[in-house]
């Protein structure tokens, strides 16, 4: 069932100086700038208890609706760093929020509330979603506080978190178990989360019989059975309502076996990461998914919501970890260097809700307090959990997935594997093993699809490599200490079509995506505070036009050349119309304007305004 695991976070920690130890780093600031007691402003007041604290706005603002749910991802964001760095102040942070959860969890039941009832807002929320009553989402705002507790307690080793949960759980079913089947399914209408994965995950700890059925309560039969028979009806449905159903299913197939549960979410990723994702990895428009064969309808100011790209990584894992392939890999290799690494503000810290694909638009982030959107609250996580997915393993193996600067601790094997690389920047990746006496192990080193050959020396000695690209190279020995693996992982330029018009391209190098940099001429404010970032007026406002690609594809590859003395940076030569451009990767360019996709003409045209 499963054949490959992640190591624990604590176990692996990024080193050196990448874009990704940069965005960690501009994380933990915006953690420890926030202030616990004015998310638990909320929360006191639901129970009765004594508040001071001035309360957070947008999202978090005391008459939202969804309030409470940035709190949840906050737990999680503090936990996952506590274990991404052993950094003690967010252990001390997470201990806090627990235990000011737990009294406000004890007086529930002083304002009527039944026992167990933890949220932001009244109980008469769930009501109204089981009178399909108008309500924002109080079920996938449970669902960020039952994910929080239980990183809480996985991550941080809170043991109250799993007490507080247990007693959550235990109200969800008293309250589910006064509906019918028929009546609960109509209930999951409203968005709810990702309830089955996290009420699974508590099955997996407890190994009680009704957290199992709690989570398996939580599936929306009607969407997963057209899945369990590799039927794509995903068109115009909620993006984001639709991932977290399949990563549930996955969790639960590990749990159960059932083999139903594995092929909806191997059917899912495969439709969403193969068929409906943008060359960054991210998917939808406007939130929803469309249809696969309008595409070039969809280059929007809201296309690609940073949650899906999270939320895709995760599935991904689960998917990595059932069969490990270099095609699962490639994809979140994708998503994470070019959607996540670029969704976060270098000079502020803050996060994107969409990656705006339309030509000429710009890239638009929260504020700190004044606009707790989903995504502020998944990019928490995003940026403090890079180490998740670099290494994997089984008995044996050690799986390197990623070309990340870290080292890797593995205490039953003896062993210790440090990373060094500027990757992409740089082609290269060394690994160091050390050990304390020899070790027989198989180092599994990933094969991208894009890469243009795999270079192999160890120390300092060339090997024969026979896999081809798209596989995983496989080298098993008895390793000595201080042995020294260098590969070589040539890239290119190339361009990707998008899906359905081949008329319009993303330019890539190896995995990376390059954005045209289209400068700041009449640039608007890229700070939102606004309640809905799909509202906001900035995506209304007219875009600059943006230049064509001129000639065929392969002499428009030939005539994008690199920028001398600058890593990652091209530069069109006599092919733009009517100007050459400046190409960067999409996850370096702030702060201007830029596009992703060109639209490639055969000769010189007049521009026209998008």
């Known amino acids: 069932m499963i054949q490959a695991k992640p190591f624990d976070l604590k176990n692996v920690r990024l080193t050196g100086d990448s874009p990704f130890t940069a965005n960690m780093k501009r994380d933990q600031a915006y953690l420890l700038g926030l202030d616990p007691d004015r998310f638990l402003h909320t929360f006191r007041l639901t129970a009765g208890l004594p ?25 999680s964001a503090c936990a996952l760093m506590y274990a991404s760095t052993g950094d003690e102040r967010f252990k001390q942070r997470v201990n806090y929020i627990v235990t000011e959860l737990a009294k406000v969890q004890a007086a529930m039941p002083s304002q009527g509330y039944n026992a167990g009832f933890l949220s932001a807002y009244p109980e008469e929320f769930f009501d109204r979603v089981d009178q399909r009553r108008s309500v924002w989402a109080p079920y996938y705002t449970l669902h960020k506080i039952v994910a929080g507790l239980l990183d809480a307690y996985q991550q941080a080793g809170n043991a109250q978190a799993l007490e507080v949960l247990e007693q959550l759980a235990d109200w969800l079913s008293f309250r589910i178990g006064r509906l019918t089947s028929e009546e609960q399914q109509i209930a999951l209408l409203n968005e709810f989360g990702g309830m089955n994965e996290s009420l699974a995950n508590l099955y997996a700890i407890t190994g009680k019989p009704q957290h199992l059925a709690l989570s398996l309560a939580f599936n929306d039969t009607v969407v997963l059975d057209k899945l369990a028979r590799q039927e794509d009806l995903l068109d115009r449905m909620h993006a984001n309502t639709q991932i977290p159903k399949a990563i549930g299913a996955a969790r639960q197939y590990e749990l159960t076996g059932d083999q139903k549960l594995q092929q909806i979410a191997a059917y899912f990723w495969e439709r969403v990461a193969l068929h409906r994702s943008y060359a960054i990895g991210g998917n939808s428009d406007d939130e929803l998914f469309f249809p696969t064969n309008r595409f070039d309808q969809h280059l929007s100011s809201v296309t690609a919501e940073t949650c899906n790209t999270y939320n895709m990584l995760k599935l991904t894992r689960h998917i990595f970890g059932w069969e490990p392939s270099a095609k699962a890999m490639d994809f979140y290799e994708r998503g994470l260097f070019n959607h996540i690494l670029g969704s976060q503000d270098p000079d502020t810290g803050m996060m994107t809700y969409f990656a705006s694909l339309r030509p000429g638009h710009v890239k638009v982030y929260n504020t700190p307090h004044h606009s707790f959107w989903c995504c502020t609250g998944s990019g928490m996580e995003n940026h403090a959990k890079y180490a998740d997915t670099i290494y994997y393993h089984d008995d044996s193996s050690a799986y390197v997935n990623l070309f990340i600067p870290s080292a890797l601790t593995w205490a039953e094997k003896g062993i210790t594997l440090r990373q060094e690389t500027a ?45 081809s690209a798209g596989s995983y190279v496989t080298v098993k020995r008895e390793w000595q200490d201080g042995d020294r693996v260098e590969v070589q992982l040539p890239m290119a330029l190339h361009l990707e079509d998008l899906p359905n018009a081949p008329q319009m391209v993303a330019v890539l190098y190896g995995p990376i995506v390059l954005a045209g940099a289209l400068g700041t001429a009449d640039m608007p404010e890229v700070y939102n505070p606004d309640y809905h970032t799909r509202e906001a007026a900035i995506n209304r406002l007219p875009v600059p036009p943006v230049p064509a690609l001129v000639g065929s594809k392969e002499s428009i590859v030939a005539n994008i050349q690199p920028v001398a003395g600058e890593a990652l940076t091209f530069r069109s030569v006599g092919i733009g119309s009517p100007t050459d451009v400046t190409l960067i990767p999409f996850y370096q360019l702030h702060h201007q304007r830029y596009t992703v996709y060109w639209r490639v003409e055969e000769q010189k045209i007049e521009m026209a305004a998008v």
Do not use: M
Not at 432 to 455: D, H, M, V
């Open 423 to 467: 990757f992409p920047e740089s082609d290269t990746t060394n690994l160091t093993i050390n050990c304390s006496q020899p070790t027989e192990l198989t180092l599994k080193i990933r094969y991208p699809a894009w890469a243009q050959g795999f270079n192999l020396s160890i120390n300092g000695e060339t090997q024969s490599v026979e896999a």
């Open 51 to 75: 508040t001071s604290a001035e309360p957070y706005g947008g999202w978090e603002q005391p008459t939202g609706e969804l309030r409470g749910h940035i709190f949840g991802h906050y737990l």
